[in-house]
């Protein structure tokens, strides 16, 4: 094949971008994931015994999950099918069902690699299971989502979930020494600006490839510095290491500048993190989770106006997006501050899990059927819109807890008129009591 390359001028592997160049060729090639296949991880065991059972691969762009299925399908002598969420259908699934289905009629297997199979629908997810379960496929999907909420609990059921991590910066430098075997010379940079490409990768190994191939493709004389290399790929040197100390302490002094109502000392810190080239959605994520951590009921709105902020700037994008984020910043650091309902709400969880399954009141069950009602559900229960102040004074709580008073609303903005009303409606439901021993 080469001799027909050669013949024509061309080159083998010409135009083939670096990170296909430098594709992982064996399972020991794959970097950054050595909890999964070094010998005494989960992937690395099934390997060992020849027993690869259907998992579903999360993490983040360029770790390597397509290499990996297919290494995989290697090292277990099956066949390797890969189809994508994004340009398949119905159609192509068949397909692919009915070619597995006659190539295991000859005694072989298939891995099937679906890529971003949280794009499919529920329906077309269903689909999977009886082939994976009749085993004529060993399903192998990758996600960048939570499977938790994107993949049909059906089909997660009956694949192991495994996490890939981001690549660090040593596992970028063996990519680096492998570009630089290909190429013949080391790259062009000095110590700085090769920090400086990993941190543009931010962990994805495929976009650090693809930068170091612009960088070795570059004719300068000089190798590159850190800001010579920011101007030449036209990128914004990161002020601050997004995953290491600086990045959490930043975020941690938004956090409680707004806590603590300095709604001057929070605007810094959302424009420090912005100008060091933090994602302006992972902050919107985390002034939501403060409208619910530091300020819940005391101003209700607080919520409302995060989310709107994180919709506005997925609408305007960036820069313009940015000025919804500082505009929750300073309604969050303007707030009444309360933390009741991120209190009341790990009681609730731990009570939960301290009492197991105790079964709902059953008055506050529906019967629809005679049997339902021979049981007493719904005895005793009361509208409470037709009760007087509308309240009937019923305990939602099972019959054996009785009442359990976990929110404690603070005298803070919005919550302090729910302190007067609660109270009453504790008392209330004191008074009308309903023990086990009742009925």
């Given at each position: 094949?080469?001799?027909?390359?050669?013949?024509?001028?061309?080159?083998?592997?010409?135009?083939?971008?670096?990170?296909?160049?430098?594709?992982?060729?064996?399972?020991?090639?794959?970097?950054?994931?050595?909890?999964?296949?070094?010998?005494?991880?989960?992937?690395?065991?099934?390997?060992?015994?020849?027993?690869?059972?259907?998992?579903?691969?999360?993490?983040?762009?360029?770790?390597?999950?397509?290499?990996?299925?297919?290494?995989?399908?290697?090292?277990?002598?099956?066949?390797?099918?890969?189809?994508?969420?994004?340009?398949?259908?119905?159609?192509?699934?068949r397909k692919a069902f009915e070619a597995a289905a006659q190539l295991r009629a000859t005694g072989r297997g298939t891995l099937l690699f679906v890529d971003e199979i949280h794009r499919f629908n529920r329906a077309?997810?269903?689909?999977?299971?009886?082939?994976?379960?009749?085993?004529?496929?060993?399903l192998v999907g990758a996600t960048t989502e939570n499977p938790s909420f994107e993949i049909n609990g059906a089909l997660l059921s009956r694949a192991r979930v495994f996490v890939l991590k981001r690549l660090e910066?040593?596992?970028?430098?063996?990519?680096?020494?492998?570009?630089?075997?290909?190429?013949?010379?080391?790259?062009?940079?000095?110590?700085?600006?090769?920090?400086?490409?990993?941190?543009?990768?931010?962990?994805?190994?495929?976009?650090?490839?693809?930068?170091?191939?612009?960088?070795?493709?570059?004719?300068?004389?000089?190798?590159?510095?850190?800001?010579?290399?920011?101007?030449?790929?036209?990128?914004?040197?990161?002020?601050?290491?997004?995953?290491?100390?600086?990045?959490?302490?930043?975020?941690?002094?938004?956090?409680?500048?707004?806590?603590?109502?300095?709604?001057?000392?929070?605007?810094?810190?959302?424009?420090?993190?912005?100008?060091?080239?933090?994602?302006?959605?992972?902050?919107?994520?985390?002034?939501?989770?403060?409208?619910?951590?530091?300020?819940?009921?005391?101003?209700?709105?607080?919520?409302?106006?995060?989310?709107?902020?994180?919709?506005?700037?997925?609408?305007?994008?960036?820069?313009e997006g940015e000025l919804a984020l500082a505009q929750a910043t300073l309604h969050l650091a303007c707030a009444p501050k309360s933390n009741a309902a991120y209190v009341a709400f790990k009681k609730a969880q731990?009570?939960?899990?301290?009492?197991?399954?105790?079964?709902?009141?059953?008055?506050?069950?529906?019967?629809?059927?005679?049997?339902?009602?021979?049981?007493?559900?719904?005895?005793?229960?009361?509208?409470?819109?037709?009760?007087?102040?509308?309240?009937?004074?019923?305990?939602?709580?099972?019959?054996?807890?009785?009442?359990?008073?976990?929110?404690?609303?603070?005298?803070?903005?919005?919550?302090?008129?729910?302190?007067?009303?609660?109270?009453?409606?504790?008392?209330?439901?004191?008074?009308?009591?309903?023990?086990?021993?009742?009925?």
């Amino acid at each position: 094949m080469s001799d027909l390359f050669a013949a024509s001028g061309l080159e083998a592997g010409l135009n083939r971008p670096l990170a296909d160049v430098l594709r992982p060729t064996s399972l020991a090639d794959i970097v950054g994931q050595d909890h999964l296949l070094a010998p005494d991880g989960a992937i690395g065991r099934m390997v060992a015994q020849k027993r690869l059972s259907s998992m579903i691969l999360w993490g983040p762009p360029g770790v390597g999950k397509t290499s990996l299925a297919r290494l995989l399908a290697d090292a277990s002598d099956l066949a390797f099918t890969s189809i994508s969420a994004v340009f398949s259908g119905v159609a192509d699934l068949r397909k692919a069902f009915e070619a597995a289905a006659q190539l295991r009629a000859t005694g072989r297997g298939t891995l099937l690699f679906v890529d971003e199979i949280h794009r499919f629908n529920r329906a077309q997810q269903d689909g999977f299971l009886p082939y994976v379960e009749a085993g004529t496929v060993t399903l192998v999907g990758a996600t960048t989502e939570n499977p938790s909420f994107e993949i049909n609990g059906a089909l997660l059921s009956r694949a192991r979930v495994f996490v890939l991590k981001r690549l660090e910066d040593a596992d970028l430098e063996t990519l680096l020494a492998r570009a630089e075997a290909h190429y013949g010379r080391p790259a062009p940079l000095d110590a700085p600006a090769r920090q400086t490409l990993m941190d543009f990768a931010d962990g994805d190994g495929r976009h650090f490839l693809t930068l170091l191939e612009e960088v070795f493709q570059a004719a300068f004389e000089q190798p590159f510095d850190r800001v010579g290399l920011s101007q030449f790929l036209q990128r914004r040197a990161p002020a601050y290491d997004k995953n290491k100390d600086e990045h959490y302490n930043l975020i941690s002094a938004l956090h409680k500048s707004v806590r603590a109502s300095d709604p001057d000392a929070a605007l810094y810190w959302l424009a420090r993190m912005l100008h060091g080239g933090e994602n302006p959605l992972f902050i919107a994520r985390r002034l939501v989770r403060m409208a619910s951590e530091d300020i819940g009921l005391a101003d209700p709105t607080a919520l409302r106006v995060t989310i709107a902020a994180r919709d506005a700037f997925e609408f305007l994008g960036s820069p313009e997006g940015e000025l919804a984020l500082a505009q929750a910043t300073l309604h969050l650091a303007c707030a009444p501050k309360s933390n009741a309902a991120y209190v009341a709400f790990k009681k609730a969880q731990a009570l939960a899990a301290q009492t197991g399954s105790e079964p709902p009141p059953a008055r506050f069950l529906n019967a629809p059927t005679a049997l339902m009602k021979q049981q007493g559900y719904g005895v005793g229960y009361v509208y409470d819109p037709d009760a007087p102040g509308g309240i009937s004074g019923l305990s939602g709580f099972p019959d054996r807890m009785g009442p359990q008073d976990l929110y404690q609303p603070t005298d803070h903005g919005a919550e302090a008129r729910i302190v007067e009303k609660l109270e009453g409606w504790r008392a209330l439901r004191l008074q009308t009591l309903i023990r086990p021993e009742d009925g």
